[in-house]
């Protein structure tokens, strides 16, 4: 893989307070398991205008890095930092003064402007939580404060408390309007959007950067993935999936840590959801609990689906489809995946009948590589 541009992201660690399917320690998942390479089939020796340059920083909980094609970079990359700053005012959950959060407390006014980020993700959360027949529910920080994922909780699980957990938690219960806030049907119903948050910002960080006039460059946050153009090679951007094995972020051989490579076009967004690295263990039973939250059946996922990345145009939906089919298992995210070719290309990671780590892609996945075991 000479001339390959690898980027390997850092692995870190966060906790948050009742996130949306335990985006946190997801997004360590997803910061350690989504490599980004700059090698593919080259498509001409194209003239470039200007250098490529790499900016990163700090964004919700995590970073961003940006590879991007321009003569300003110190200036592109002060722009993207407002806009993340901005983004953070509507959607952190970490503020006491963002939208989002004094939404949640039912502290908004009738005089406070609406927020049209939050809106926008609301209406796209609204459509993948229709799309996926609830599976994905940016409403069920309460059921995953119940099983101790953001909190350490020591307590017994008492399954006769799940239908009071129920009539606080469903999208169906918000409504949205032009005129006003958008508008609870019950006053304890709270939003988190950390599993879908990161994929509309990487949009939004793509459309400032189009406005900007740079239409080659990879932008990625938390693991999350968009990317224009071509990379510095005059090559498509590449991504590399890491195999879902315990402590495989230490591998420092590249080639044992992929599980495959994919082939991104212009304009193509990626995002992975797993469920392996991270569990809840029930003190007073001793039974392990996976981060990922089926909202339909208000328990974790008990699945030998291992690991979902999403290929579509929209890094928002990818991110949220990621982790709904984490929520339905391997056999109804297949069935979904099928039922939606077309909109959704897939790779899903899992383990067989025989006890065997096994992979499954939509056809029309551009697969450039698939690694092989260790």
Not at 128 to 157: C, H, I, R, W
Not at 167 to 179: C, H, N, Q, W
Not at 250 to 263: N, P
């Amino acid at each position: 893989m000479s001339g390959c541009l690898n980027v390997f992201l850092k692995r870190r660690e966060l906790i948050m307070q009742n996130n949306f399917m335990f985006k946190t320690n997801l997004l360590v998942l997803l910061t350690s398991t989504t490599l980004l390479i700059g090698c593919s089939n080259k498509s001409g020796s194209e003239t470039r205008a200007y250098d490529y340059y790499k900016v990163n920083g700090p964004a919700q909980g995590t970073s961003y890095h940006i590879t991007i094609e321009t003569d300003i970079p110190d200036a592109i990359q002060g722009k993207i930092d407002s806009l993340i700053e901005v983004i953070d005012v509507s959607m952190s959950t970490y503020r006491a003064d963002s939208y989002i959060s004094r939404w949640n407390a039912n502290t908004l006014t009738l005089e406070d402007a609406q927020d049209a980020h939050l809106n926008q993700v609301l209406m796209v959360s609204k459509e993948m939580f229709e799309q996926t027949s609830g599976y994905f529910d940016p409403t069920v920080g309460p059921l995953l404060a119940y099983y101790g994922f953001g909190e350490n909780l020591d307590k017994t699980l008492d399954e006769k408390n799940l239908p009071a957990l129920k009539s606080v938690m469903g999208l169906d219960k918000i409504s949205l309007t032009k005129e006003t806030h958008p508008r609870k049907s019950v006053a304890e119903v709270n939003l988190n959007f950390n599993a879908i948050a990161q994929g509309y910002t990487v949009d939004e960080i793509a459309e400032l950067l189009t406005n900007e006039g740079i239409f080659n460059f990879m932008v990625e946050l938390g693991g999350e993935v968009k990317v224009s153009g071509l990379n510095k090679q005059a090559e498509k951007w590449s991504i590399g999936i890491e195999k879902p094995v315990a402590n495989i972020e230490f591998e420092q051989d590249l080639k044992k840590r992929l599980q495959t490579i994919v082939s991104l076009s212009s304009g193509q967004s990626l995002a992975t959801s797993g469920n392996y690295r991270n569990v809840k263990v029930d003190e007073n039973t001793g039974e392990k609990y996976g981060h990922i939250i089926d909202p339909i059946a208000m328990r974790p996922v008990k699945s030998k689906l291992l690991s979902a990345t999403v290929v579509t145009e929209n890094c928002a939906k990818a991110d949220a489809i990621a982790t709904a089919l984490m929520a339905m298992g391997y056999e109804k995210a297949q069935r979904f995946l099928v039922d939606n070719e077309g909109a959704y290309d897939a790779f899903l990671i899992y383990i067989n009948e025989e006890e065997v780590l096994s992979v499954w892609n939509s056809k029309n996945l551009r697969i450039k590589a698939i690694m092989p075991q260790l």
